[in-house]
């Protein structure tokens, strides 16, 4: 079965840190999705990620995957308030999504 | 906006009643899927259509049940429910080529309270 796994789970930062969000799952798939929620809303995609090695970028965040360590990582860059929001990774696997635990980055000024 | 909608935004009802909660896909896409999230259960997968037949069942309950029209909108049915089954239920849609999983597109979700 299926399982990913998000850590950490929450996330404090101030404005202007770096940090990075991790995202394990257990068996092996080509193609993983970060999405965002903000709190009450629905999930809006971020990225698709579609082999080994793939990066993207979008202003202030980048994710890449490792599909050999089955490893994706969602890194902030000078973080800003905008981005305080609910963060999840989710693998493709036979039409349905498995989802993490999300993680929830809350950035103060 | 991601084109996907639902109806109602909110739902509140009662132990032991049945609901009944809708979705319309972004324009061309021909897969559904039914999503419950819950605060100990997380976002679970429910049940996936394409063009009208069921392809891949989750942790759905035997009192749940789904299914997509020919005009590709869906309808989710929830009966007998329990005060457990209270969450936000969301719709998402895809193109779904059948030969890996496309994007889903989330709709703006069911909030159901069971009171």
């Known amino acids: 079965e299926l399982k990913v796994e998000q850590n950490p789970l929450f996330l404090s930062m101030q404005e202007g840190k770096n940090y990075t969000i991790y995202c394990n799952y257990s068996?092996?798939?080509?193609?993983l999705y970060w999405y965002r929620q903000d709190p009450g809303k629905s999930l809006e995609s971020l990225f698709v990620l579609l082999s080994n090695g793939a990066v993207k970028q979008e202003g202030r965040l980048m994710a890449s995957l490792d599909t050999k360590a089955r490893l994706s990582t969602l890194h902030i860059t000078a973080a800003v308030h905008d981005l305080s929001a609910t963060y999840f990774c989710a693998v493709g696997g036979a039409q349905k999504l498995v989802f993490g635990q999300g993680t929830r980055l809350t950035i103060n000024p | 906006d991601s084109g996907v909608t639902q109806t109602p935004k909110h739902l509140i009802t009662a132990t032991g009643q049945r609901v009944t909660l809708r979705c319309s896909p972004r324009?061309?896409?021909?897969?559904v899927y039914w999503y419950q999230q819950s605060l100990d259960q997380g976002l679970q997968f429910l049940i996936q259509y394409y063009n009208g037949e069921e392809r891949a069942k989750g942790n759905i309950l035997e009192r749940f049940s789904a299914q997509q029209f020919p005009d590709l909108h869906s309808e989710l049915n929830l009966s007998s429910l329990e005060l457990g089954d209270s969450a936000l239920y969301f719709c998402?849609?895809?193109?779904?080529?059948?030969?890996?999983?496309?994007?889903?597109?989330f709709g703006p979700g069911t909030r159901l309270t069971v009171l």
């Open positions: 324009s061309g896409d021909l897969s």
């Open positions: 998402a849609s895809s193109e779904w080529s059948g030969l890996s999983t496309d994007t889903q597109y």
């Open positions: 068996t092996t798939s080509d193609r």
